[in-house]
Nanobody
Framework: VQLQASGGGLVQAGGSLRLSCAASGRISSFKDMGWYRQAPGKQRDLVAVVTSDGRTTYADSVRGRFTISRDNAKNTVYLEMNSPKPEDTAVYYC??????????WGKGTQVTVSS
């Protein structure tokens, strides 16, 4: 499985940014699709995840500002980042979980929020 993320970059605080991640390969569908992030010197943490039936989970720090969604036909997961804050600056990693419980990770895309 290959995960291709796009949409990262520099954004001003209070602006908006949309991340996309398309999964391709021999697995045609996934149980969970989500985003994690890792800031310098910190561990990788969950940002948001969406299950195959559309249930979502968010980190407390982003709930109400970020929205995760997925397009099952395209095997693509999105993260709409509204009103980002400088503390949201991190490398964002796409993650998908197969129905066999195997995790796959993207290479990461840098998001920098300027104040």
């Amino acid at each position: 499985v290959q995960l291709q993320a796009s949409g990262g970059g520099l954004v001003q605080a209070g602006g908006s940014l949309r991340l996309s991640c398309a999964a391709s390969g021999r697995i045609s569908s996934f149980k969970d699709m989500g985003w994690y992030r890792q800031a310098p010197g910190k561990q990788r943490d969950l940002v948001a995840v969406v299950t195959s039936d559309g249930r979502t989970t968010y980190a407390d720090s982003v709930r109400g500002r970020f929205t995760i969604s997925r397009d099952n036909a395209k095997n693509t997961v999105y993260l709409e980042m509204n009103s980002p804050k400088p503390e949201d600056t991190a490398v964002y990693y796409c993650n998908v979980v197969s129905y066999y419980g195997i995790y796959f990770w993207g290479k990461g895309t840098q998001v920098t929020v300027s104040s």
